[in-house]
Nanobody, 118 residues
Framework: QEQLVESGGGLVQAGASLRLSCASS????????MGWFRQAPGKEREFVGA????????HYAASLKERSTISRDNAKNMVYLHMNSLKLEDTGIYYC???????????WGQGTQVTVSS
């Protein structure tokens, strides 16, 4: 069964950095573009960034581009999101997404909570 599991969230101070991880099982991640999304309290889920199947192409939300880096390790079936200079508004649940572009098949993880405190 296909599964994505995020980890690395928690309570962090404003200005700090964090790295979120997404572990996949039951699917070959090299067949998928991988993305990160987030949902702040009371708001809709929004796009953070994505990385293509071989890691050579990344795309980020304009407002997060300067502070975000997505990487992947297909051999380990892992995808990462690194964010620095965290702000209070970065608080939310962060979700990992796998998208097989050719078929439109997509999977979501359960999310990991990130809370940024002042």
């Amino acid at each position: 069964q296909e599964q994505l599991v995020e980890s690395g969230g928690g309570l962090v101070q404003a200005g700090a950095s964090l790295r979120l991880s997404c572990a996949s099982s039951g699917l070959t991640v090299s067949n998928y573009a991988m993305g990160w999304f987030r949902q702040a309290p009371g708001k809709e889920r929004e796009f953070v960034g994505a990385i293509n199947w071989n890691g050579r192409v990344t795309h980020y939300a304009a407002s997060l581009k300067e502070r975000s880096t997505i990487s992947r390790d297909n051999a380990k079936n892992m995808v990462y999101l690194h964010m620095n200079s965290l702000k209070l508004e970065d608080t939310g649940i962060y979700y990992c997404n796998a998208l097989r572009v050719a078929t439109g098949t997509a999977y979501w993880g359960q999310g990991t909570q990130v809370t940024v405190s002042s």
